[in-house]
């Protein structure tokens, strides 16, 4: 579980980006390239700690294999029940 502020921030700008990137066409392998993209950028940029860089990633992959997180929603319509 990510705990720090900014570590959180990353993981939901990651993890928007790649649902938006899954909603354009891209599947899988782009994702993870994707992904793997912006972990090397953090760690190259030293924008987080070295630990926290490697928790994201997993919190990030955990996401990534969970199919439900790619699915679209449909809303569901109501339908009225006769009482007799």
Request: charged share 25%.
């Amino acid at each position: 579980m990510l705990t720090d502020a900014l570590c959180i921030r990353y993981y939901q700008r990651l993890t928007d980006a790649l649902v938006e990137s899954w909603q354009r066409g891209n599947r899988f392998t782009e994702l993870q390239l994707y992904m793997d993209g912006y972990i090397a950028s953090l760690r190259h940029s030293n924008a987080l700690e070295p630990y926290l860089i490697h928790r994201l990633e997993e919190e990030v992959f955990r996401f990534l294999r969970d199919s439900s997180n790619f699915e679209l929603a449909f809303p569901q319509t109501e339908v009225e029940a006769d009482y007799y």
